[in-house]
């Protein structure tokens, strides 16, 4: 059986996959984004954050792609010449 996220005990959370990071955070970017997320900690604010990104990435990508799809693009083979 997959673990998930969740409490298993009380004040016990364990995510399905993590890992620690240290990392330099401009302090007036994290906390703008602590306000406009409504977030209180560093942890909450990055996950979030990172969540609300991870789509809008995606949608970017696959647009692009549509756009590469979609290019008339010389034969392969006079591609270098």
Known sequence: ????????????????????????IDEDALADAKRELGTRTIK?????ALRRLSPQRRDDIERQLDVLARAELAPREQAWR
């Open 1 to 24: 059986m997959r673990a998930r996220a969740g409490y298993t005990e009380p004040g016990v959370y364990i995510l399905s996959r993590v890992a620690k990071h240290l990392v330099d």
């Open 44 to 48: 909450d604010t990055i996950n979030l």
